[in-house]
């Protein structure tokens, strides 16, 4: 079985940066793709920012140039590094990731429990 950790969320001041992790443990032969959604109060989730386990990134456009993601595939983990917050980035963090699981090309697709980023003004 496969399981998402997540950890890093907090409390911070608009402008101020904090970076997300989230490990992913189990029977993980290769890394389709990790990456973050959130869910703000009364809003449907969003993707904010994914990278295929080939390193190729994709963000959200309300995101580019303050958020960055990276993988570490020796750890499968990821991370998000998050710049020049604001009080619109107050949301909980989901994280989402896809793995190949044995050599018969199954696939594991779930999510982590959520961490709560919250900006204030």
């Known amino acids: 079985q496969v399981q998402l950790v997540e950890s890093g969320g907090g409390l911070v001041q608009a402008g101020e940066s904090l970076r997300l992790s989230c490990a992913a443990s189990g029977s993980i032969v290769k890394i389709n793709h990790m990456g973050w959604y959130r869910q703000a109060p009364g809003s449907q989730r969003e993707l904010v920012a994914t990278?295929?386990?080939?390193?190729?990134?994709d963000y959200a456009d309300s995101v580019k140039g303050r958020f960055t993601i990276a993988g570490d595939n020796a750890k499968n983990t990821v991370y998000l590094q998050m710049n020049s917050l604001k009080p619109e980035d107050t949301a909980v963090y989901y994280c989402?990731?896809?793995?190949?699981?044995?050599?018969?090309?199954?696939?594991?697709?779930?999510w982590g429990q959520g961490t709560q980023v919250t900006v204030s003004s």
């Open positions: 989402n990731a896809e793995f190949h699981i044995d050599m018969l090309g199954s696939t594991w697709h779930g």
């Open positions: 990278i295929t386990g080939g390193g190729t990134p």
